[in-house]
């Protein structure tokens, strides 16, 4: 059983790009949930997918989208990138939607300069 | 409006003897409670949850207490191993917003052989 993976591992951007983050998820799992983790701070939850749906999301704006394809694979876009954005972002998927236990990927650290 | 805190950033501990990480929370519609361990460079790994029914939840080295009256959890580890050298978070969920977790802020532990 694959744990859940993510790519690109490093990121460097400028201010007012374009990016997209992936992440596979755990076998299994049809939920994932992204976050965003400052330095220094806890993740915050960004928004969570439920087949192929956005299903919940944190205050976060519309700049911050998502996609979660049949294969229960997922992306994070974020648009307009400001220098702000430079965070760890993590993705975490759960077997089933509502499970509290999620399972997270090693995270994208990217850099906005 | 911190809803999850951890109060204290770090927590330095001798090898062999007992770790005690505090987190508090406010929302009183937290029903599932979760600690996540986090190495550098890597994603948070599961470790412990407790269900809002129960006071107390053991694994091996690691024991969760919950206090709801005062809103208080505590992760306990025993005896405390220099591999358990990390950044803890404890983390919440209210089941009706459908597995969203909040996290505190992080404490990190230095056990010291």
């Known amino acids: 059983e694959t744990g859940v993976t993510q790519s690109p591992t490093h990121l460097i951007k400028t201010r007012g790009q374009q990016v997209t983050l992936r992440c596979s998820s755990q076998?299994?799992?049809?939920?994932v949930s992204w976050y965003q983790q400052a330095l220094g701070q806890g993740p915050q939850f960004i928004f969570q997918y439920y087949r192929e749906e956005e299903n919940g999301r944190g205050n976060f704006p519309p700049r911050f989208s998502g996609l979660q394809f049949p294969n229960y694979s997922s992306e994070l876009n974020v648009n307009a990138l400001e220098l702000d954005d430079s965070a760890l972002y993590l993705c975490?998927?759960?077997?089933?939607?509502?499970?509290?236990?999620?399972?997270f990927g090693p995270g994208t650290r990217l850099l906005v300069l | 409006d911190q809803q999850v805190k951890q109060n204290s950033p770090s927590l330095s501990v001798q090898e062999g003897r007992i770790s005690i990480l505090n987190c508090d929370y406010t929302n009183s519609m937290f029903d599932y409670f979760l600690w996540y361990k986090k190495y550098p460079a890597e994603g948070p790994t599961f470790l412990i949850s407790?269900?809002?029914?129960?006071d107390k939840n053991e694994d091996g080295r690691f024991t969760v207490f919950l206090n709801k009256s005062a809103k208080h959890l505590s992760l306990h580890i025993v005896p405390s191993q220099p591999g358990d050298s990390a950044v803890y978070f404890c983390a919440a969920s209210d089941y009706n917003q459908g597995g969203k977790l909040i996290f505190g802020q992080g404490t990190e532990l230095s056990v010291k052989p």
């Open positions: 407790i269900s809002s029914i129960k």
């Open positions: 975490a998927s759960s077997l089933i939607q509502g499970e509290e236990t999620q399972y």
């Open positions: 076998s299994g799992h049809n939920t």
